[in-house]
């Protein structure tokens, strides 16, 4: 697991601009509401 962070796959790349997205998405809802 831990070489893995260091040498994301190209799956895990799209794993993590997803939920890099849904968290910003989150984020902005918060300070919105």
């Not at 070489?3 to 799209?14: N, Y």
């Not at 993590?16 to 919105?32: N, T």
């Amino acid at each position: 697991m831990a070489c893995g962070s260091s040498v994301p796959r190209a799956g895990e790349k799209d794993v993590v601009k997803k939920s890099g997205k849904m968290i910003k998405r989150g984020v902005y809802a918060a300070r919105a509401t």
